[in-house]
């Protein structure tokens, strides 16, 4: 069983940054592809950022230049800078990780943009 602890989300104006992190317990080994999907109200949960233990990255268009994934393998931890924030940001931003054959979801942080 792989446990995800996220942390990081809240309340920023347009403009501004967030860092979210997820780390998977420490029993995680074997962790392969890890990432980061949202999901706004009345809309289907999407990807932003997906990352491989190669760093091998995958960015969904809507954040390519505005948002940075990147992973810490010996911590098992997982973070998603976010610059230059947007209104159409604002989601609930869930951690995913593999695990073969299996892929574990976080709890969900919020993330609001709003002045």
């Known amino acids: 069983q792989v446990q995800l602890v996220e942390s990081g989300g809240g309340l920023v104006q347009p403009g501004g940054s967030l860092r979210l992190s997820c780390a998977a317990s420490l029993s995680a080994s074997g962790i392969q592809d890890m990432g980061w999907y949202r999901q706004a109200p009345g809309k289907q949960r999407e990807l932003v950022a997906r990352?491989?233990?190669?760093?091998?990255?995958t960015y969904a268009g809507s954040v390519k230049g505005r948002f940075t994934i990147s992973r810490d393998n010996a911590k098992n931890t997982v973070y998603l800078q976010m610059n230059n924030l947007k209104p159409e940001d604002t989601a609930v931003y869930y951690c995913?990780?593999?695990?073969?054959?299996?892929?574990?979801w976080g709890q969900g942080t919020q993330v609001t943009v709003s002045s």
């Open positions: 990352i491989t233990p190669g760093n091998s990255i």
């Open positions: 995913n990780v593999i695990r073969p054959p299996y892929g574990y």
